[in-house]
């Protein structure tokens, strides 16, 4: 998603011509199968999530939302937007459906992710609420919305939980970008739609916190097996579910033109600060067997 082919640095152009997406299964280093004190450890990392969501981070649709102060001649490209960002919310029920199963075995991680949903709904309700109020959906436009919505199915990008937790990581830092780009061109334009992407920014970058460092504690344990998978997300990334909707090219140029989320922010403020804060090097994330550099990125299709 958002490929931008006219204007690509040499790093861009790199990293994409290294990319062979599928092509660096999970064969090529076997998974270390996780131990009771590594399940252990991830279980306390979840309590350490959820008792500090519990104390500060809780809040509420009906009261924490200056509805009264919803703009309904707001540009309708925002409101567009919003709508691409409720879109995506909405496929909740695939996305708990698919990965819970993965993690059953894994108490903290199967918790976290009934926690995941239990904020990840608030978001397309908030979002729904506010397309309502502001009057730039009727309900007729919401019901059309949804059943469109659910006339797809969501399917796993990939197929095992290694790689499920390094992309939600990836994941989960885009959107918080995406939340935080939208709010800075609203600013005041809006109170109530600024205010609920306030909220639902800083759930987001919890959760790309909580999934990071989990992802750290993995390495740990596993060096190799999550640098394979490590490298598999980032050269084969794409945001969840946009592109299944049937007019995807326009809601992502919409996105792009108004520098939301684009390919430069996708490697710049996605990939290098998580790579980063991960402690791994570039060298690590290198193709076993190619010379290149640096291993690909994705953003394709
Ligand atoms: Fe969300
Ligand atoms: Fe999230």
Same mark, same amino acid.
């Given at each position: 998603?958002?490929?931008?082919?006219?204007?690509?640095s040499?790093?861009?152009?790199t990293?994409?011509?290294?990319?062979?997406?599928?092509?660096?299964?999970?064969?090529?280093?076997?998974?270390?199968?996780e131990?009771?004190? =590594?399940?252990?450890?991830?279980? @306390?990392?979840?309590?350490?999530?959820? %008792?500090? +969501?519990e104390? *500060?981070?809780?809040?509420?649709?009906?009261?924490d939302?200056p509805?009264d102060?919803?703009?309904?001649?707001?540009?309708?490209?925002?409101?567009?937007?919003?709508?691409?960002?409720?879109?995506?919310?909405?496929?909740?029920?695939?996305?708990?459906?698919?990965?819970?199963p993965?993690?059953r075995?894994?108490?903290?991680?199967?918790?976290?992710?009934?926690?995941?949903?239990?904020?990840?709904?608030?978001?397309?309700?908030?979002?729904?609420d506010?397309?309502?109020?502001?009057?730039?959906?009727?309900?007729?436009?919401?019901?059309?919305?949804?059943h469109?919505?659910?006339?797809?199915?969501?399917?796993?990008?990939?197929?095992?939980?290694?790689?499920?937790?390094?992309?939600?990581?990836?994941?989960?830092l885009?959107?918080w =970008?995406?939340?935080?780009?939208? @709010?800075?061109?609203?600013?005041?334009? %809006?109170? +109530?739609?600024? *205010?609920?992407?306030?909220?639902?920014a800083i759930?987001?970058?919890a959760?790309?916190?909580?999934?990071?460092?989990?992802?750290?504690?993995?390495?740990?344990?596993?060096?190799?097996?999550?640098?394979?998978q490590?490298?598999?997300?980032i050269?084969?990334?794409?945001?969840?579910?946009?592109?299944?909707?049937?007019?995807?090219?326009?809601?992502?140029?919409?996105?792009?033109?108004?520098?939301?989320?684009?390919?430069?922010?996708?490697?710049?403020e996605?990939?290098?600060?998580?790579?980063?804060?991960l402690?791994?090097?570039?060298?690590?994330?290198?193709?076993?067997?190619?010379?290149?550099?640096?291993?690909?990125?994705?953003?394709?299709?």
């Amino acid at each position: 998603m958002y490929h931008t082919e006219d204007k690509r640095s040499d790093k861009q152009a790199t990293l994409r011509s290294a990319s062979v997406p599928g092509k660096n299964s999970v064969e090529e280093v076997p998974l270390k199968p996780e131990s009771p004190e =590594l399940l252990a450890k991830i279980y @306390r990392h979840f309590r350490e999530y959820f %008792d500090k +969501a519990e104390r *500060k981070r809780r809040w509420h649709i009906e009261t924490d939302i200056p509805w009264d102060k919803c703009n309904p001649s707001l540009s309708p490209a925002i409101a567009d937007i919003v709508e691409t960002f409720c879109n995506v919310e909405l496929f909740l029920p695939d996305y708990l459906s698919k990965l819970i199963p993965q993690v059953r075995a894994n108490r903290g991680r199967a918790w976290m992710l009934a926690n995941w949903g239990y904020e990840e709904c608030k978001h397309s309700m908030v979002m729904s609420d506010w397309l309502l109020k502001s009057r730039h959906r009727s309900e007729e436009q919401m019901a059309d919305m949804e059943h469109e919505v659910f006339s797809h199915e969501w399917e796993l990008p990939y197929d095992n939980a290694r790689a499920m937790v390094c992309y939600t990581t990836f994941q989960e830092l885009a959107t918080w =970008l995406h939340y935080h780009n939208m @709010r800075k061109i609203i600013g005041n334009e %809006d109170p +109530a739609l600024n *205010k609920l992407l306030a909220l639902v920014a800083i759930d987001e970058r919890a959760h790309y916190d909580f999934f990071r460092k989990l992802v750290g504690i993995y390495l740990e344990d596993d060096r190799a097996g999550t640098l394979e998978q490590l490298r598999r997300v980032i050269n084969t990334f794409k945001m969840p579910a946009i592109h299944m909707f049937a007019d995807t090219a326009k809601r992502v140029n919409e996105v792009k033109n108004m520098r939301i989320f684009d390919e430069d922010i996708y490697i710049y403020e996605v990939v290098d600060p998580i790579i980063q804060a991960l402690g791994v090097t570039r060298k690590e994330l290198r193709r076993r067997n190619s010379p290149r550099e640096i291993v690909a990125m994705g953003g394709a299709g």
